[in-house]
């Protein structure tokens, strides 16, 4: 079974531009979530999808992101427009659905987008 | 606010020995807890899944405990090898309401042949 891609796996643009993270979950995976680890700091979430809806956006740093899932498959982040601190690493993530709320879960990690804005 | 803390030290251990990372956590009752590895260039990659109503847990050479009281979870690698080094995050589900993580800064872990 091929695992979480991300797409593109570097992307360096200057302050102000224009970015959009792609990230094709497992196949058959209706959550699928969107991480971010900056420099010297830990991974954090940014936003869970179930299926095409978002379940919650509460990691979401601004409205300078967008995230979208349409169909429920495929998921895109874009940035817009970027800043410094922007930086670091983007990780998206997929899992089946629990069996109930909190019983938790493997979530299936892609390698993640490395961006650097300059 | 919820906080979790992992050594940032680099563990250095000789290879065929136990490896024990720690994780605590302060301000939260999580319903589970995991643990990841993470190699470099690479994204997280699931290991060991335990539960609240769980002590311990265990893969292969790999242990977890799980301290509720002492909000604590310890991560162990019997008869450790070099090809164990790598990165070790634990993550808690972050809310009542989803399956969301929230990260620790994770130990690097080195096995020295």
């Known amino acids: 079974e091929a695992g979480v891609t991300q797409f593109p796996s570097h992307s360096v643009i200057e302050k102000g531009q224009t970015v959009t993270l792609r990230c094709d979950p497992i196949?058959?995976?209706?959550?699928l979530y969107w991480y971010r680890r900056v420099m010297g700091k830990e991974i954090k979430f940014l936003l869970h999808?179930?299926?095409?809806?978002?379940?919650?956006e509460s990691g979401m740093p601004n409205n300078r992101f967008l995230a979208e899932r349409t169909g429920g498959t495929y998921s895109t982040l874009k940035v817009q427009p970027a800043e410094l601190e922007d930086s670091g690493v983007y990780f998206c993530?997929?899992?089946?659905?629990?069996?109930?709320?909190?019983?938790?879960?493997?979530?299936?990690f892609g390698p993640g987008t490395r961006l650097l804005v300059l | 606010s919820q906080k979790i803390e992992q050594n940032s030290e680099a563990l250095n251990i000789q290879e065929g020995k136990t490896a024990t990372l720690t994780c605590n956590y302060t301000?939260?009752?999580?319903?589970?807890l995991q643990w990841y590895r993470q190699d470099p260039g690479r994204g997280p990659v699931f290991l060991l899944l335990?539960?609240?109503?769980?002590k311990e847990k265990r893969k292969e050479r790999l242990k977890v405990t799980f301290d509720t009281t002492l909000k604590q979870s310890l991560f162990h690698i019997t008869a450790s090898q070099p090809a164990d080094s790598a990165t070790y995050l634990c993550?808690?589900?972050?809310?009542?309401?989803?399956?969301?993580?929230?990260f620790g800064g994770g130990t690097r872990l080195m096995v020295k042949p």
């Open positions: 301000n939260y009752s999580p319903a589970y």
């Open positions: 335990i539960r609240e109503n769980e």
């Open positions: 993530a997929s899992s089946h659905p629990p069996r109930w709320t909190r019983s938790g879960e493997t979530q299936y």
């Open positions: 196949s058959g995976h209706d959550n």
């Open positions: 993550a808690l589900d972050a809310s009542n309401a989803g399956n969301m993580l929230t």
């Open positions: 999808f179930v299926k095409e809806s978002k379940q919650d």
